[in-house]
């Protein structure tokens, strides 16, 4: 990242991790909808800023999260549901992060 540069950075692909940097994105998420299961190889802030919805974890576990709440997310499996009846909106800020390891496995981000 430079503040020198001329290039204009909006022009830059979507992806959902900048090696070294972050990004930061507003989602809505409406009523009946539920994303997919997927792991980043960031650390992920979320800030409900309206509604409600529930983060899905691949055991089975339910969060559920309502406008105010904040959730850090570090690469778990994960998936985000609207079971409500008015849209979701989530700000996320996602920082570059090392990958996880568990029994000596790296565990990349899937999904």
């Not at 800030?47 to 778990?76: F, Y």
Request: charged share 25%; glycine share 10%; net charge negative.
């Amino acid at each position: 990242m430079n503040n020198d540069a001329h290039e204009d950075e909006a022009l830059r692909p979507v992806a959902t991790a900048r090696p070294n940097g972050t990004i930061f994105r507003v989602n809505r998420l409406e009523p009946g909808v539920a994303g997919r299961l997927h792991r980043t190889d960031t650390i992920d802030y979320a800030i409900i800023m309206s509604g409600e919805c529930d983060m899905d974890l691949e055991d089975g576990v339910a969060v559920h999260l309502k406008a105010g709440d904040v959730l850090v997310q570090r690469g778990t499996i994960h998936n985000w549901r609207n079971n409500g009846t008015e849209p979701c909106i989530i700000a996320f800020i996602l920082v570059a992060a090392k990958p996880v390891e568990a029994g000596g496995e790296r565990l990349d981000a899937v999904g």
